[in-house]
């Protein structure tokens, strides 16, 4: 199994008391640092390149998160989003990680699975916008770039963080070739994910309440998502690994712990197994409480090692 991290992304500065903090990258890249993960091969995450950003982003919005870089203080795009001087290359280097982690399972080498630990999170970046802490969408970028350079037909994306993926939603709202299965709490920010946002078929959003654990959080997935996934029969298992469904979690109202993350983890891999050769591409999503994080990232990544 592989780990993409880059510093880099320990760079992008959201500012004092903002929760998206290089912090969160560190306690992660902290866990994983134990000689239970000694067999993880550690590779420095590349640059993504333009041609692989602007399968899923305009020619504008690229431009705008590499060249409106501020000099010496941070820019506010929204309320929440952030440029820092930091911030392109960080966001370069969490792109790159998912592509070279694509190209990596599906290269018919040894690696099977691959993990990126990399900020900014990406999962609300649209077509055309960054939000929500999320300047270029990391798995949708993956995503593409396994059909357009491998030429699969049919890729999956599996969405645990406690917010709707907004922006993977949106860029794959036409596409049949990729099935995005998302579980996250409802109402909450962004606002979107209702059962009823089903693309072309291929958008499958079962919203959660507030107070929910880990009865209903496995019931929702072992009962109807991971079924449709199974039946989709993915060549490539993409997850947006969000950890912010933890019970001490501040910015949402689910009840999980790191063994839920454990747990799901594992049927993921077992769809992977049964469908794809066991290739498997995660990439680091939420998760605000440093210590909740650290223990889910690692039980996430342990669940995934060979």
């Not at 990126?116 to 649209?126: D, E, K, M, S």
């Not at 499958?204 to 029969?233: I, T, V």
């Not at 019970?247 to 049927?267: F, H, N, V």
């Amino acid at each position: 199994m592989r780990l993409y991290t880059h510093p880099a992304c320990l760079g992008h500065d959201n500012g004092p008391g903002h929760p998206e903090s290089p912090a969160r990258l560190a306690a992660v890249l902290r866990a994983l640092d134990h000689d239970r993960y000694a067999a993880l091969d550690r590779v420095e995450a590349p640059r993504a390149g333009r041609e692989q950003l602007l399968r899923v982003h305009d020619d504008a919005h690229v431009d705008r998160i590499l060249t409106a870089i501020p000099v010496g203080e941070v820019q506010r795009l929204d309320e929440d989003t952030v440029l820092s001087p930091g911030s392109a290359e960080a966001a370069l280097r969490a792109a790159g990680a998912a592509v070279a982690a694509v190209d990596a399972v599906l290269g018919g080498g040894h690696v099977r699975r691959a993990f990126c630990a990399v900020r900014p999170p990406g999962h609300h970046a649209t077509r055309e916008r960054a939000m929500g802490f999320c300047l270029f969408n990391n798995v949708a970028v993956a995503a593409a770039h396994a059909l357009a350079a491998h030429g699969l037909k049919r890729v999956a994306i599996a969405d645990f963080d406690v917010h709707h993926g907004n922006g993977t939603q949106d860029i794959f709202w036409r596409e049949p070739h990729v099935l995005f299965a998302s579980s996250h709490q409802m109402p909450l920010y962004p606002g979107s994910g209702g059962p009823d946002e089903r693309g072309a078929g291929n958008i499958l959003n079962r919203p959660l309440s507030a107070g929910d654990g880990p009865h209903l959080f496995r019931e929702l997935w072992e009962g109807d998502l991971l079924p449709q996934l199974h039946a989709f029969k993915p060549q490539l298992v993409l997850v947006s690994a969000g950890f912010d469904a933890h019970q001490r979690d501040p910015l949402a109202d689910l009840c999980l712990g790191s063994e839920d993350y454990a747990w799901i983890t594992a049927k993921l891999v077992e769809l992977a197994d049964r469908h794809a050769d066991g290739r498997l591409v995660s990439t680091l999503e939420g998760g605000y409480d440093l210590a909740a994080l650290a223990a889910s990232a690692a039980a996430h990544v342990e669940a995934m090692l060979d």
